[in-house]
């Protein structure tokens, strides 16, 4: 399909993301315009049995508000296309006239775990893993499916398509329903290789295949209603169905190589490697997804990041951020006498485990805030190490990982505390918002305008490793993971 050509226009990219939505407009070259950026930050409602929840709404009306911020600073700037980025895996439930029966069931909820012990006692996982890159756990979808059709029938009944809040937000502005390949590869129901949704598995599942949306790139075009009203200048230019947040953190900040991984801490946490490729083979222990049709992203997520560290500042009541940052940065390597595993909500990578928790073992009176503030981060950094293990594995020759995420960007120590733990030059991104830039850059290469792969690599800064604390964290990496392998017990791998 023939695009209008966009060199003297602009792309907006539109981010939805698990604790702020973004919108930003970017020039032909990737490259973001100047003072166009807004974030709106809002909370996902937890509960106390594992509940993380946002009303699909709420993201619809923040997504539009975010729209109307960024294009008062286009500058004169004429929007020529419109990309996307949301969450991956988060499940949301519409009724038959497609509206919300459920609120939007995120990744970080964990009230599936019982379904997907339950699955995984009558389905093969491995064979499911190798197909569909998803383990069954409580992120993806067959295991919501299954615990919402036990847990809350009624709702379960009403609901008759089954999206995501991409699809979603598209579905309101559009009045049409499809899916994304990157989107549809990270639910746990697609066929990573044949792109095309896993009818065995979805057979074997309290859902009807077509309860799902059609998969498909291919932009959309003509807003509807009192959209086309709000945004006149967006209602015949291409939308491009959303791509999930981490395949475009890769993009946005040039990790598009198996070489060069990008390790990204945010609310959550993923260290990933992006490449092109027909067909992939998908190893033990990781996760594989889509970018697009042509790329796929592999790596390993974690459910505590910056979601951690916020927790602990205010569970804590730590000083202030220059003042805990200094505090930190005095600190020697694992010098608190504190062993963590930081699992407050839960495991994804490397092992999976839907029930395990926090522990905090060798608390003393002598213990501080600050040590458990360090002793988590470097703690965060250990689990990234199994990770960093099973990438190189399945793609030897690492060259470079850059840091992308406002957790090592905004911490200069834990960045540092990376760098060593991994043994690995560390890249501090130049980037300041690697998914949005991503988004608009898979738009700009399906416009026509550039190659991903040859798109700006924007750095700051390289940590190099201190060999001494390396040497240090390696033995408190095995001293973490005995005290893994004493409480948490592995599902599946």
């Known amino acids: 399909m023939a695009y209008e050509n966009v060199s003297t226009g602009a792309v907006l990219a539109v981010d939805v993301g698990s604790s702020s939505v973004r919108a930003e407009l970017y020039d032909p070259s990737g490259s973001p315009v100047e003072d166009s950026g807004v974030r709106l930050d809002y909370d996902l409602s937890y509960t106390p049995d594992g509940g993380a929840t946002v009303d699909a709404d709420v993201l619809v009306e923040l997504a539009a508000r975010a729209i109307d911020a960024a294009l008062s600073r286009s500058g004169g700037r004429r929007v020529r296309a419109v990309a996307a980025c949301t969450f991956w895996h988060s499940l949301l439930g519409l009724d038959g006239s497609d509206q919300p029966v459920t609120p939007v069931f995120t990744w970080a909820d964990r009230r599936a775990a019982g379904a997907a012990s339950r699955l995984r006692e009558r389905l093969d996982e491995r064979a499911i893993h190798r197909r569909t890159g998803c383990v069954l756990h409580s992120s993806y979808w067959p295991a919501k499916l299954l615990w919402l059709e036990e847990e809350h029938p009624e709702a379960f009944e009403r609901s008759r398509r089954w999206v995501s809040p991409g699809e979603y937000l598209y579905l309101r502005l559009f009045g049409e329903l499809r899916v994304g390949t990157s989107m549809a590869s990270a639910t746990g129901l697609f066929l990573q290789n044949e792109q095309e949704w896993d009818r065995e598995l979805i057979g074997a599942l309290p859902v009807e295949a077509s309860q799902l949306s059609p998969v498909s790139d291919e932009p959309f075009r003509g807003l509807r209603g009192e959209w086309a009203g709000r945004w006149p200048d967006l209602r015949e230019v291409p939308w491009f169905p959303a791509a999930g947040d981490g395949a475009c953190s ?171 733990v991994l043994g690995t030059e560390l890249t501090l991104s130049g980037v300041r918002e690697a998914s949005s830039r991503g988004a608009a850059l898979l738009a700009l290469e399906a416009l026509g305008e550039l190659e991903v792969e040859k798109a700006g690599i924007p750095r700051r800064q390289t940590l190099v490793p201190d060999a001494a604390r390396h040497e240090i964290y390696r033995r408190a990496v095995e001293r973490q993971g005995r005290l893994y392998a004493l409480l948490v017990t592995k599902p599946f791998l």
């Not at 040039?254 to 609310?267: D, I």
């Not at 500042?313 to 963590?340: A, I, K, Q």
């Not at 495991?347 to 805030?369: F, Y």
Request: charged letters at 20%; a negative charge; aromatic letters at 6%.
């Open 250 to 420: 890769n993009v946005g900040c040039g990790a598009t190589a198996p070489s060069r991984p990008a390790l990204m801490v945010g609310t959550s946490g993923a260290m990933r490697i992006l490449w092109r490729a027909e067909a992939a083979s998908i190893p033990s222990g990781l996760w594989c997804y889509r970018a697009d049709g042509r790329r796929f992203v592999m790596g390993g997520a974690l459910s505590n990041g910056g979601n951690l560290v916020e927790w602990l500042h205010r569970t804590l009541r730590l000083p202030g951020p220059e003042e805990t940052e200094r505090l930190l940065g005095e600190m020697e390597p694992d010098g608190h006498g504190l062993t963590f595993l930081p699992l407050l909500a839960g495991e994804r990578g490397p092992g999976w485990s839907d029930r395990a928790n926090g522990v905090v073992a060798g608390l003393s009176m002598a213990s501080t805030p600050v040590d458990i503030l360090r002793a988590a981060m470097e703690a965060v950094a250990y689990r990234f190490a199994a990770i960093a293990d099973l990438l190189e594995e399945a793609f030897p020759g690492r060259e470079e990982v850059i840091a992308t995420g406002g957790g090592l960007l905004g911490s200069r120590t834990w960045a540092g505390i990376m760098a060593d």
